[in-house]
Nanobody, 115 residues
Framework: QVQLVESGGGLVQAGGSLGLSCAAS????????MGWYRQAPGKQRELVAV???????NYGDSVKGRFTISRDNAKNTVALQMNSLKPEDTAVYSC?????????WGQGTQVTVSS
């Protein structure tokens, strides 16, 4: 079992920035994949960004160039810096890790972007 605790999120105006952080109960150096997904009301969950243990990243098309994912294995965290936010970025953002073939999710944190 991996416990994930998210922080950050909240309300921001369009064009603003916000940061999310996720702390894992396991050493992140042992986690091959970490990242963030989001789900807006009435929509399917979608990839925001993931980062591998060697630092390779993959971003959802809608956030490329605006969001940056990073992991800190010394602190066992993964962070998401969100810039140039748009109202369509409004969603519940959930931290995700892959550990021994199993997926684990955080409880989710709300991000609301006002126009």
């Amino acid at each position: 079992q991996v416990q994930l605790v998210e922080s950050g999120g909240g309300l921001v105006q369009a064009g603003g920035s916000l940061g999310l952080s996720c702390a894992a109960s396991e050493k992140t150096s042992s986690l091959p994949l970490m990242g963030w997904y989001r789900q807006a009301p009435g929509k399917q969950r979608e990839l925001v960004a993931v980062v591998s243990s060697v630092g390779s990243t993959n971003y959802g098309d809608s956030v490329k160039g605006r969001f940056t994912i990073s992991r800190d294995n010394a602190k066992n965290t993964v962070a998401l810096q969100m810039n140039s936010l748009k109202p369509e970025d409004t969603a519940v953002y959930s931290c995700y890790v892959l550990y021994y073939g199993n997926s684990y999710w955080g409880q989710g944190t709300q991000v609301t972007v006002s126009s």
